[in-house]
């Protein structure tokens, strides 16, 4: 679920913890003010930055990191999305998928298979050379190697499956455009989905009717000069908007026609 800021700033029991419970991913664009550093989970050796939990071995030079701009060349996007890939090299990551009891397990970077070579991980030093090695001193606990439960409760209004900032969170925040898109060949370019277009009550009825007005839109947005699909429904759109989506393809029905002055 893809969400703007006005909806990561409510309180967690208004948006992210129930669309959680109902299953869904969120994905947020985070304002500047909601940026920033917060400990993790006591005794693990752990932060947090931007929603994402790392392990305190990241060096100092990526804790801070500018998310990636439209308007900046594309080298400097590169550059970016070069720092940011460094920093995720540090980061726990999801080990399984969320349990019942609003759980999931996150895996530290030297945990196997490891995406970082620490000297307190003996495993994760087999790695090649090319993998990072950390500076941690070996003897000394670090937040490399754990294995972390985090519950919705930790930071839901923020936690994404990605860093925020990068380009696959770009990629995939981006997808709202196409969403809005959607919208409005359904409220206006197409059909003509407004308050009234839908008469009666219960959730299952509106669900069926829902669903044959996104298959009538996609009919429509499938078919060149979509005019002929335009689709009424039996107690589905008010008069109205039946006459407006009919006006709009220059389709009148029988009985509407019946129904006006000659
Ligand atoms: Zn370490």
Avoid at 34 to 59: C, K, N
Avoid at 219 to 248: D, E, H, L
Wanted: one cysteine or more.
């Amino acid at each position: 679920m893809i969400a703007d800021r006005a909806y990561n700033n409510v309180r967690n029991d208004t948006f992210a913890l129930p669309v959680w419970k109902l299953g869904y991913t969120t994905i947020y664009d985070l304002h500047p003010n909601r940026r920033g550093m917060h400990p993790g989970p006591e005794g693990t050796h752990t932060f947090w930055i931007d929603g994402v939990l790392y392990a305190d071995s990241l060096p100092e030079g990526l804790y801070d990191l500018d998310p990636i701009a439209i308007d900046v060349s594309k080298d400097d996007r590169e550059r970016v999305e070069r720092r940011h890939q460094a920093r995720q090299a540090y980061a726990y990551i999801p080990h399984d998928a969320r349990h019942p009891d609003e759980s999931r397990s996150y895996r530290g970077p030297a945990a196997q298979p490891g995406r970082l070579r620490c000297p307190n991980n003996p495993k994760s030093m087999r790695a090649p050379q090319s993998v990072p090695t950390t500076s941690c001193t070996r003897g000394e606990e670090c937040g490399c190697g754990h294995t972390i439960t985090l519950y919705d409760s930790d930071y839901p209004d923020m936690r994404m499956p990605f860093q925020h900032g990068t380009l696959a969170c770009e990629m995939s925040y981006h997808r709202r455009v196409g969403i809005e898109s959607v919208f409005a060949d359904l409220k206006q370019n197409r059909l003509h989905v407004h308050r009234g277009y839908f008469r009666g009550f219960g959730i299952g009825r509106y669900t069926v009717l829902v669903g044959f007005t996104f298959a009538a839109l996609t009919c429509s947005s499938c078919t060149t000069g979509s005019a002929s699909v335009c689709v009424s429904i039996r107690g589905a759109g008010s008069s109205v908007s039946r006459n407006r989506c009919a006006q709009s393809v220059g389709v009148v029905s029988q009985r509407d026609r019946a129904k006006s002055p000659r």
